[in-house]
T-cell receptor
Framework: AQTVTQSQPEMSVQEAETVTLSCTYD???????LFWYKQPPSRQMILVIR??????QNATENRFSVNFQKAAKSFSLKISDSQLGDTAMYFC??????????????FGKGTKLSVKP | NAGVMQNPRHLVRRRGQEARLRCSPM?????VYWYRQLPEEGLKFMVY????????ESGMPKERFSAEFPKEGPSILRIQQVVRGDSAAYFC?????????????FGNGTRLTVT
């Protein structure tokens, strides 16, 4: 069975600075996807970034980037130039692939990020 | 283009009552997923449906819980004889196809409180 571990329950960062959120996972699958989701107080789950395991290049989306270490089964999220609107719960998630079809997402317990002015 | 719509946003039920949670997927989406989020936890997969079919229900409790996605109308997650442990936020997500290139879009969730 796959597991996703986020070892930092809470983190804080000053506005405009950089913060890194950690995530490790355990799987014996070779084809899978990794995600970071953001959940602000509104409760909506918002996709931040996605990484295909077969791609060596780390995914980036504007101020968000990942450090994907497949051998170490590590998938950290770096937020640059942090903004007040980045304050939210951040969830790391894993999804294995079933011959091109997506399976279900397995989430970590989340990291609560507070951006301070 | 409306996103995934879930209603009600909040639902309060007494122990033993039934709870019905509704999810209207994004327009054109025929794949629906239900997740449950307990307090201080991440989301846990419950069930995956495609119009009129249950594709994967490996995360559904064996008793009291059922889900459907009829040809017409929203997907319904039904919880019979609710207990306090059912109190959680229930999220629905939809995707255009079931492929890995079709991202999930989540609704805002329904918070169920059982008193």
């Amino acid at each position: 069975a796959q597991t996703v571990t986020q070892s930092q329950p809470e983190m804080s960062v000053q506005e405009a600075e950089t913060v890194t959120l950690s995530c490790t996972y355990d799987t014996s699958e070779s084809n899978y996807y990794l995600f970071w989701y953001k959940q602000p107080p509104s409760r909506q789950m918002i996709l931040v970034i996605r990484q295909e395991a077969y791609k060596q290049q780390n995914a980036t989306e504007n101020r968000f980037s990942v450090n994907f270490q497949k051998a170490a089964k590590s998938f950290s999220l770096k937020i640059s130039d942090s903004q007040l609107g980045d304050t939210a719960m951040y969830f790391c998630a894993f999804m294995k692939e079933y011959g091109g079809s997506q399976g279900n997402l397995i989430f970590g317990k989340g990291t609560k990020l507070s951006v301070k002015p | 283009n409306a996103g995934v719509m879930q209603n009600p946003r909040h639902l309060v039920r007494r122990r033993g009552q039934e709870a019905r949670l509704r999810c209207s997927p994004m327009k054109g989406h025929s794949h629906v997923y239900w997740y449950r989020q307990l307090p201080e936890e991440g989301l846990k997969f419950m069930v995956y449906l495609q119009k009129e079919n249950i594709i994967d229900e490996s995360g559904m409790p064996k008793e009291r819980f059922s889900a459907e996605f009829p040809k017409e109308g929203p997907s319904i997650l039904r919880i019979q004889q609710v207990v306090r442990g059912d109190s959680a936020a229930y999220f629905c997500a939809s995707s255009l196809t079931g492929s890995t290139n079709s991202p999930l879009h989540f609704g805002n969730g329904t918070r169920l409180t059982v008193t």
